[in-house]
């Protein structure tokens, strides 16, 4: 807000709330498999998405509704107490908390704790650089491959988001992965899956992994029906037949589309049902048991086994 002049972070060190959740909801399934992560929003944002699947938070304009003062240290200690591996900056975009998101970033390094952005990467190239400087991982939210769904439905500019997948790639050592939301109707064209799917082959590789996630019906966007399960499929063919080795399926529970698959040889890596992991092909330096192909993310020697759990917790 506007303070004399200034623009001040209301929000900073204020939540709508704390949750221990698996690594997996956010969704990465490259990073820590298996592990907790504390995540945490605010309130707000800076798009405008007639389907958000969040908008009680992500539209919020009531700062009374968030939780009193948390210093970036409480969390990284509330990270600790719960054995969290990372804290997820998440419910809403930290690119609206940016401050406090650092603050908080830092303050789980010095600890050990890994940070991660669960963003629409729609921000401009300094404050870009400093957010991403302090994270380990995110999960960006590519909507669709159209300048007119931005404009029109969102709010904002594809180019910015391609920007932002561009330089996580090039730039930095952040693990990242994309999620799309598929909308019927609106983003879920053959040719629009087909332009997308090569557009992050060409500028991105073959091993960032892709969510394609199920819509339902919400905020503004009531009208429509939930995605079909064909739809998705057809999404994950046309990604995998451009050549991106791990492709998945979110908000449905479909074991095949959600498992983790040797890119070399076929065998499974990691096999999940919904958050729970019930399969582990991987040795201790990330690569296949079976041929010795490396699998590409962040690996441990053993996964973690926080399963589909979801502990609020409150930090005072």
């Not at 561009?166 to 983003?187: A, D, M, R, S």
């Amino acid at each position: 807000m506007n303070h004399g002049g200034a623009v001040v972070l209301e929000a900073y060190g204020r939540s709508s709330g704390f949750c221990v959740d698996p690594i997996e909801k956010k969704p990465l399934h490259h990073f820590l498999p298996g592990t907790p992560v504390l995540s945490f929003g605010t309130a707000g944002c800076n798009l405008t998405c007639k389907f958000c699947q969040n908008w009680e938070i992500s539209k919020a304009r009531d700062q009374d509704a968030l939780t009193t003062q948390v210093a970036p240290e409480a969390v990284a200690r509330a990270a600790q107490q719960t054995r969290s591996r990372s804290v997820a900056y998440t419910y809403n975009d930290p690119v609206i908390f940016l401050e406090y998101a650092m603050d908080c970033a830092q303050a789980c390094r010095e600890v050990g704790v890994r940070s991660v952005a669960v963003t629409a990467g729609y921000i401009q190239e300094k404050p870009r650089e400093a957010l991403f400087a302090q994270m380990d991982a995110a999960n960006v939210d590519l909507k669709a491959f159209s300048e007119t769904f931005y404009r029109k439905v969102a709010g904002g500019h594809l180019q910015n988001v391609l920007d932002t997948l561009i330089y996580l790639k090039h730039h930095t050592t952040v693990w990242f992965e994309i999620t799309t939301l598929l909308i019927p109707g609106h983003n879920d064209s053959e040719s629009e899956l087909q332009a997308m799917t090569q557009w992050i082959v060409d500028n991105l590789g073959v091993d960032v992994p892709l969510h394609f996630s199920a819509f339902h019906p919400d905020f503004k966007m009531r009208n429509l029906p939930r995605t079909p399960m064909a739809t998705l499929q057809q999404a994950r063919r046309i990604a995998r037949g451009n050549g991106l080795r791990y492709v998945y399926l979110g908000n449905v529970r479909d074991h095949e589309s959600a498992t983790t698959y040797c890119p070399g040889c076929g065998a499974t890596l990691i096999g999940r049902v919904s958050y729970e992991l019930d399969q582990w092909g991987l040795d201790a330096k990330g690569a296949c048991r079976r041929c010795g192909t490396q699998a590409a993310g962040v690996f441990e020697a053993q996964p973690g086994s926080w399963g589909a759990r979801r502990l609020p917790i409150r930090i005072v």
